[in-house]
């Protein structure tokens, strides 16, 4: 199984995003565990799945046996295997395209790389670099679908191309850095570039000063939603209790009414607000569970449970002969649902095998913020507009 070295370092590139701009986070969070999650252990497996297609691939190792073991995994899935051989062919798209710029371009696989003498203590696992002709190419695989990740100023990608740079440059000329992360169940693929220089600069003069104040834990809090969202102390930072109880101690034009401004204010911060109520709850609750902490007016108590059955063939049985028919005591069969059976099959090949038979209705109007990707709704007052030019061209 694939292993995540930078897990454990307290500077690791995975939370570069965070303690870059909320510097004092990194040792405020140090030493509270992360429970994980289901959503991780898929993606290191998924993770896992990719790395075994790519040195299949490119070291030709038989990863029959190991292959059989994760696909046993409960979390497996058709799917899951359909995006990571989309990822091994776009890595082999890259190697290809590498091709056309020397004779012998270099892959690596899950490189361990370090990036001591900017971030102490600091290093990491590059999914997957390839090396030709002056290009170093850092391709960095993503299973998470909850929110799309882009390249350009990612200081993950920047860390992950410095650490790949100071592991090769000592044996290979390279002028540019590609940073690539490739999302498969997001469709995307996000690239920026940067020259050595331009990385190194920007290690000297930004990663270094700054990765310093973070590992002395001094600085300035920042708290906001990007650099709070996965910060293992949030639930319990006073900054972000400060941040996220700023719109309620906002001095509102009129006691009485908000303006729509005002309103647009409370939706922009209402999605972070919310989590951060969440995680204070989960927080408090694991607490008082494993650790016996008692929170002046709360209290544990069992949880609803809903009745099951301890055996069912003898249900049946008993219900049998008692005269009920097996239409009475049985369900109908039933298709899995369609998230489900994509999961089960595979997407694309659901797709090809049924797809005409699935339709999408229209969904219900819903408020979301202007950076969604989905078009706006006509409003009722353009329809309304619309459907008077209609009938005047009509007439």
């Known amino acids: 199984m694939r292993t995540m070295p930078d897990r454990h370092a307290i500077l690791g590139p995975s939370g570069a995003h965070r303690w870059l701009i909320c510097t004092p986070s990194a040792r405020l969070e140090y030493g509270i565990p992360d429970s994980?999650?289901?959503?991780?252990?898929?993606?290191?497996?998924?993770?896992?799945?990719?790395?075994?297609?790519?040195?299949?691939?490119?070291?030709?190792?038989?990863?029959?046996?190991?292959?059989?073991?994760?696909?046993?995994?409960?979390?497996?899935?058709?799917?899951?295997?359909?995006?990571?051989?989309?990822?091994?062919?776009?890595?082999?798209?890259?190697?290809?395209?590498?091709?056309?710029?020397?004779?012998?371009?270099?892959?690596?696989?899950?490189?361990?790389?370090?990036?001591?003498e900017y971030v102490p203590e600091a290093f990491g696992t590059a999914d997957c670099l390839i090396l030709s002709d002056g290009l170093l190419d850092v391709i960095d695989l993503k299973y998470g679908k909850g929110v799309s990740v882009q390249a350009e100023g990612n200081p993950q990608m920047r860390m992950y191309g410095l650490g790949c740079y100071l592991a090769l440059s000592w044996a290979y000329e390279i002028d540019e850095i590609r940073m690539t992360i490739y999302q498969p169940r997001l469709d995307s693929v996000s690239v920026a570039t940067m020259t050595a220089k331009e990385l190194l600069d920007w290690a000297e003069n930004y990663l270094k000063p700054r990765a310093a104040l973070a590992w002395e834990g001094k600085g300035e809090f920042c708290p906001n939603e990007e650099a709070c969202r996965w910060c293992r102390a949030a639930p319990i930072c006073r900054a972000n209790r400060d941040y996220q109880l700023e719109i309620a101690r906002h001095e509102f034009t009129d006691p009485a009414l908000l303006t729509d401004e005002e309103v647009a204010e409370v939706l922009t911060r209402r999605a972070a607000f919310k989590a951060w109520v969440d995680s204070v709850h989960d927080y408090a609750e694991k607490s008082a569970i494993n650790l016996g902490v008692h929170y002046p007016g709360f209290k544990l108590v069992e949880g609803k449970s809903n009745r099951k059955y301890t055996d069912e063939e003898a249900i049946a049985k008993v219900l049998r002969k008692a005269g009920y028919k097996v239409a009475d005591i049985y369900k109908p069969r039933e298709l899995l649902g369609l998230t489900a059976m994509e999961k089960m099959v595979g997407k694309k090949k659901f797709g090809e095998l049924a797809g005409e038979y699935v339709i999408k209705p229209t969904g219900a109007p819903a408020l979301v913020a202007e950076s969604d990707r989905r078009p706006a709704l006509n409003s009722p007052a353009k329809a309304a507009e619309d459907f008077d030019d209609d009938f005047k061209e009509e007439n």
């Open 36 to 116: 994980g999650s289901t959503y991780a252990k898929e993606g290191t497996l998924a993770h896992h799945i990719g790395e075994l297609l790519l040195r299949k691939r490119w070291q030709n190792e038989d990863i029959t046996a190991v292959m059989e073991q994760a696909q046993a995994d409960p979390l497996y899935s058709g799917s899951m295997k359909e995006h990571m051989e989309g990822y091994a062919d776009f890595v082999e798209e890259r190697m290809a395209e590498a091709a056309t710029r020397c004779a012998d371009p270099r892959i690596f696989i899950e490189q361990t790389i370090r990036f001591d």
